[in-house]
């Protein structure tokens, strides 16, 4: 654990020592601000449905900077819903670029759990605006709107029911036959049952994109639902290399813990979320995006996370689908285990279809269908790069790593699909009345 935060560390400081930029050049500084966050994420171990909302409120206030400063670039006011009725008028920034790498880092820092650990990224960032000879009183009046800022977009954070997840009832898990009930090793909690009341970005609701019911759940051999079970059996037992390597690569659990005997080791990983956050900073970079565009595109990219998983959670939670982990110990096989650890909430539908399939629709209108790039987001976890030719094909196998983890069903994974799909058509359209076009 502790060799993975060194390489997070390293890899952040890594993208900031690059050749010397031009005073007018800060598009290089975007990428290891926003892997700042998600460094201390990994830290603090959140759970994916809150690193969504972290990330969209840390670029939220960025965004708005740029768009104050550039018509090019449509403010959220335009397509966020609420954000208009919200007063987020600031001074305008001596170098509104440097205004918002530092309020994307300021609003983490007041934001996350262990947002402190970001004061010496604030530090580092104004370190090096001073290397690349920006004058100290432009960085200074920058800093100050940023502030500013952050403490807007943290007033509007602080109204989206986030607050009231804790006073709810807490969530006990039935133990009726079909219903979701904690999993080895750990046999942690739900996480985020009531995940639906937190306020969408974009959707009019949390139950807007309702996926199709799951197949039913059934004793009977020759029922449906144990043919799903059967499968996600079969295909564990028997599993190619590269399925294995599939389902590692996308894994992306926070919560994964290892037992020996009585001793129980956490090891911290990014979270779907995280990844495609990552995905899209590798995108823009490889585009040759300018700042705001690239700074644009991180940000309608945490927006659509955020609703998916509120439109995910919202159905995991309705239905509460037991996990074929679950299944296949009480019915088929007792001493079966998964190739992934079983995350600690129900099974309908897959989270990393849903997010997975309506990210990679936004990119693809935003950056073409035919999009190639090579992905090293699982390098820190010492898995190798993985080269995909298009966003679709990498949210494909995201999929279907879920199969091949033993962690899902087929319905799950593909009405998932078609969940996730259905939010990223609402999102471009929604993009599209606000004025925003495709950028390649």
Known sequence: MNRVLFMCVWLGLSFSLKAEASPKEL??????????????????????????????????????????????????????RSLGEVNLDVAKAENYQIAALYCIL???????????????????LLDQLRTEKYPESVIQQSVSVAQEM??????????????????????????????????PPAYIEAIEPHWRIIRPMMMDSCNQFKPKPPVAFSKDTTS?????????????????DEQRFIASYWDCNPFAVNTSGHMSIGFK??????????????????????????????????????????????????????????????????????????PPFPEYTSGHSVISTAVAELLTYL???????????????????RRFTSFRQAASEAAISRLYGGIHYRDAIENGQAQGRAIGEFVIERLKKAGIKPIL
């Open 367 to 385: 950056m073409g269908d035919n999009f190639s790039f090579t992905d090293n987001t699982e390098v820190i976890f010492e898995l190798p790069e």
């Open 224 to 240: 449906d639902f144990h043919k799903l079970a059967q499968e996600v059996y079969q295909i564990g037992n028997k599993l190619t």
């Open 106 to 124: 300021e609003t983490g820092r007041l934001i996350l759990p262990s947002g402190y650990m970001l004061e010496e990224e604030e530090k580092k």
């Open 269 to 342: 990983k990014i979270s779907p979320g995280g990844h495609w956050m990552n995905i899209t900073s590798l995108a823009t970079t490889k585009a040759g995006l300018p700042f705001d565009n690239a700074l644009m595109v991180q940000s309608l990219v945490a927006m659509t996370l955020m609703d998916a998983f509120i439109s995910c959670w919202d159905e995991k939670y309705r239905s509460s689908r037991i996990r074929p982990e679950t299944v296949i110990n009480r019915y088929i096989n007792v001493r079966w285990q998964p190739l992934l650890q079983t």
């Open 150 to 183: 952050a403490k807007k977009v943290l007033a509007y954070a602080a109204a989206d029911n986030y607050r009231n997840l804790s006073a709810r009832t807490r969530y006990r898990p039935s133990k009726a036959d079909g219903f979701w009930y904690p999993t």
């Open 27 to 80: 598009g290089r500084h975007l990428q290891p601000t926003v892997f700042a966050v998600t460094m201390v994420m990994i830290h603090d171990v959140v759970n994916p449905p809150a690193a969504s909302r972290f990330y969209t409120y840390c670029l939220l206030g960025a965004h708005e900077i740029v768009a104050r400063h550039q018509k090019t670039v449509v403010s959220p006011t335009a397509f966020v």
